[in-house]
């Protein structure tokens, strides 16, 4: 209080009081929108894992089938060339 006092008294036209409530507010600025884009990335986060988790089951799927595919492919070839 006895700082605030003292710069109240020797700045009487409180530039300085002034220039720290424009650099208070620069920096609730700058923190509200560093706030904003952490949103933004946590969303665009969460909607690239549930991409990469959609497209890992559908390729789990292509992987199955193309297995099934090449085991019904041996067992022809099987009994088409018995050995």
Same mark, same amino acid.
């Given at each position: 209080?006895?700082?605030?006092?003292?710069?109240?008294?020797?700045?009487?036209?409180?530039?300085?009081?002034?220039?720290?409530? @424009?650099?208070?507010?620069?920096?609730?600025?700058?923190?509200?929108?560093?706030?904003?884009?952490?949103?933004?990335?946590?969303?665009?986060?969460? +909607?690239?894992?549930?991409?990469?988790? @959609? @497209? +890992?089951?559908?390729?789990?799927?292509?992987?199955?089938?193309?297995?099934?595919?090449?085991? +019904?492919?041996?067992?022809?070839?099987?009994?088409?060339?018995?050995?």
């Amino acid at each position: 209080m006895l700082l605030l006092n003292t710069i109240v008294h020797a700045d009487p036209e409180q530039t300085v009081l002034q220039r720290l409530g @424009d650099q208070a507010f620069s920096v609730i600025v700058l923190i509200g929108i560093a706030w904003i884009l952490w949103k933004r990335q946590i969303k665009l986060e969460d +909607r690239l894992t549930q991409y990469l988790d @959609d @497209d +890992r089951e559908k390729m789990m799927g292509v992987i199955e089938n193309n297995t099934k595919v090449m085991e +019904r492919l041996e067992d022809v070839l099987n009994r088409s060339n018995p050995r």
